[in-house]
């Protein structure tokens, strides 16, 4: 069993250099590396393979990647992400099952990460900030799902190129689109390995990490509309729904003494409930960042996903 590892980039970066290292460390027979840079690279960094496809997706850059593969896996990482040794081994073992067809793991947050960026995804990885998700972002139990983000998803190539490949200029949300295809009009399973471990560098509390909040939010609120198969669920309109509480409960509260000691009470309850969640955390100044970043988190999500909700068309 063959693995191509895949990655999209718009250039070459120190985070891209740390990928080629870890990758090429990787422990596995056979494996071969494609890169999809926007332009030449003129820089050597042995048996890996350039690919200058011009300014395009994501999605774009790891199609044109699998046409130029000869491996049985598709491995999709991140250029801001780098994998265990163990990767590619411990993901070969759940392709032994023919009806998987595809496998995704964790993206743990490196200890390189800065102060903020581990913030950010101690904000991700916690039930409060990444909900049901939060298997994304640390290991837990192998379970089956219907979307993975590909930062971290190995596809078998037959599967990909029998639903054509990711085929859209989506970006955030292509990987949604590739998993409804694998599971609902393949019928193949996609399985959360725990084992099949990446490292992922996270965006910095705060502003980068809510613009990438705001446009994840985005584009679930207008898949909602679009692909409602694995988007309308109710688990996604809740921070709207806090918004508009929010907003509502602040307004109300001016007129009705009930209304405005419920308001608080609710608001009370709410960030106790945060601070909870995030009572695991030792760093009194880390856990702080942590609450407002879940507070904010919530806030932007809910915006997000209306904005999509009412958009009538959303491209990128």
Same mark, same amino acid.
């Given at each position: ?6 990655? +999209? ?7 891209? *250099? @740390? ?11 056979? =494996? ?7 332009? %030449? ?18 999605? $774009?850059?790891?199609?044109?990647? #699998? ?16 994998? *265990?040794?163990?990767?590619?081994? !411990?993901?070969?073992?759940?392709? !032994?099952? $023919? ?9 743990? #947050?490196? &200890? ?19 909900? %049901? ?10 379970? @089956? ?11 078998? %190539?037959?599967?990909?190129? $029998?639903?054509?490949? =990711? ?7 292509? &990987? ?8 609902? *009009? ?7 390995? +725990? &084992? ?7 965006? +910095? ?24 198969? #694995?988007?309308?669920?109710? =688990? ?33 309850? /709410? ?5 909870? #969640?995030?009572? !695991? ?7 702080? /960042? ?27």
């Amino acid at each position: 069993m063959k693995f191509s590892i895949i990655i +999209p980039v718009k250039c070459i970066t120190d985070d891209l *250099k @740390e990928t080629i290292k870890y990758c090429r460390e990787i422990d596995y027979p056979d =494996f071969e590396i494609i890169i999809l840079p926007d332009n %030449k690279v003129d820089e050597e960094f042995g048996e890996v393979k350039f690919i200058p496809t011009g300014n395009v997706t994501p999605s $774009e850059k790891r199609d044109i990647g #699998t046409k130029h593969s000869s491996g049985d896996i598709l491995a999709f990482i991140d250029a801001d992400a780098f994998p *265990k040794k163990d990767w590619l081994k !411990n993901a070969s073992k759940y392709f !032994n099952d $023919e009806s998987v067809g595809a496998v995704g793991g964790p993206g743990i #947050t490196p &200890d390189s990460d800065n102060f903020l960026q581990k913030a950010g995804g101690e904000v991700y990885s916690s039930l409060l900030g990444g909900g %049901k998700f939060t298997y994304r972002y640390k290991p837990q139990k192998k379970i @089956e799902v219907d979307d993975f983000p590909s930062m971290n998803l190995l596809v078998r %190539k037959k599967v990909f190129e $029998e639903i054509g490949g =990711f085929k859209t200029n989506f970006w955030p949300g292509e &990987d949604t689109i590739l998993c409804l295809n694998i599971t609902k *009009k393949l019928g193949k399973k996609i399985i959360y390995a +725990p &084992d099949v471990v990446v490292y992922h560098h996270r965006r +910095p509390l705060f502003i980068p990490h809510l613009l990438q909040v705001y446009s994840y939010a985005s584009h679930r609120g207008y898949f909602a509309k679009k692909y409602p198969q #694995t988007s309308l669920r109710l =688990f996604f309109f809740i921070p709207s729904l806090f918004d508009i509480g929010l907003i509502a409960g602040f307004i109300l509260s001016f007129y009705n003494t009930i209304l405005r000691n419920l308001y608080l009470f609710i608001l009370i309850l /709410y960030f106790l409930m945060i601070i909870f #969640t995030t009572l !695991n955390i030792k760093n009194l100044k880390m856990r702080l /960042y942590v609450i407002l970043g879940i507070f904010l988190t919530h806030i932007v999500y809910g915006l997000g996903f209306i904005k999509g909700l009412i958009k009538k068309r959303l491209e990128h």
